[in-house]
C-alpha cells in the first residue's frame, strides 16, 4: 500500500472558514516491505519506513506531494473547491491543542471566483497532500492522528485520510488497486472506516467497515 493521503473533501458554498487539524503525527511501520501479494510476512522486527510529527516549521516536501486541481490533479467526487499549493489552505501549526510537536492543518477557504490552473473556477479553495512515489509497504502497520475543528457536521464537509494500493500509479483502477478508508467525515453527519477492492466499494459497511454517528468535534478530539 501507499499513499497516505488527507484531504478536506467536497464542499458546499458556505461562508466561513474552518481549520482541519488533519493530522499530528503519521507513522508508518513495515515488517516486510515491497513483499509479493501471494508470499506470507516473514518473520521479522519491525522497521519504521515513515514518520512525520510535523515538527519542523513548513511541510516537508520530501515526504509529502501536494496535488494542485488543474495541474497535477483533476476534480472528482462533484468536488467544489479547487486544491492549491498555498499557506493559506496547507501549513505547520507548531501552536494546536494536543499537538506535542507540530500539526498539519488543512484550512478550507472561501475564494469566490478563484480560477485554477486549467481554466475552471471554483469558490472554494483548500489543500490535498499524498505520500505516492515516497515509500510502499506489503506488510505493516501504520497510525495517524486526526483531529476535525467544531462544526465539522455542517452539511458539505468531507474530511478523509485513507490508504491507495500502489498499482493505481501503473494503471489498475480504482477499487481494483484497493483502497483502506482510515478515516471518513461527511457533514450529514457520519464518520466511518472501510475497505475497497475488487467487486467491493461504495460502502463502508462491506466488507470490512464501520459506521457511527458522529458527536460534535470539538478541541481535544483525535482519531487514530
Known sequence: MHRAAAEPGPLRPRGEEIDVIVATRLAVLAAAALLPLTAAPAAS???????DDFSGSVIDRSRWTVEVTGENFGTVNSEQQAYIDSPE?????QN????????????PRYRPGHQAPDGQ???FVSGRL????????TYGTYSVRLKLPEGANAS??????WALGSSIGSGT????????DLMEHVGEPWTSTALHGPGYSG???????????????????STR
Open 203 to 221: 460502502t463502508p459497511r462491506s466488507p470490512a467497515g464501520r459506521t457511527s454517528p458522529a458527536p460534535t468535534p470539538a478541541a481535544g478530539t
Open 156 to 161: 458539505g464537509l468531507w474530511p478523509a485520510a
Open 121 to 123: 473556477t471554483y469558490d
Open 130 to 137: 499524498k505520500t505516492q512515489g515516497n515509500f510502499d509497504f
Open 45 to 51: 522486527a519491525q522497521q519504521e519506513i515513515f514518520f
Open 173 to 180: 483502477p480504482w477499487p481494483d488497486c484497493g483502497e483502506i
Open 89 to 93: 489552505t496547507l501549513y505547520v501549526d
Open 96 to 107: 494546536a491543542a494536543g499537538a506535542q510537536n507540530g500539526a498539519l492543518a488543512i484550512h
